[in-house]
């Protein structure tokens, strides 16, 4: 299992940067839904390289179907 890491950053603005690293797939964002929810609206999202990677635990169900 990854580590998962939240790297958030707050601006002097006040913007809200949160970054994750080491969540495959769409599990970035159910990490950060909470925090999104708290904070407010969303007014831009990027998705890392590993967002559209799978995650896994699909990649073993994967394996075992074969």
Known sequence: MEKE???????????VNIKVAG???GKCLDITRPLEEALGEVKVREMTPE??????????????RR
């Open 51 to 64: 967002y559209y990677q799978q995650p896994e635990d699909l990649t073993k169900v994967k394996d075992n």
């Open 23 to 25: 969540a495959k797939g």
């Open 5 to 15: 890491e939240l790297e958030i950053t707050i601006a002097a603005d006040g913007k």
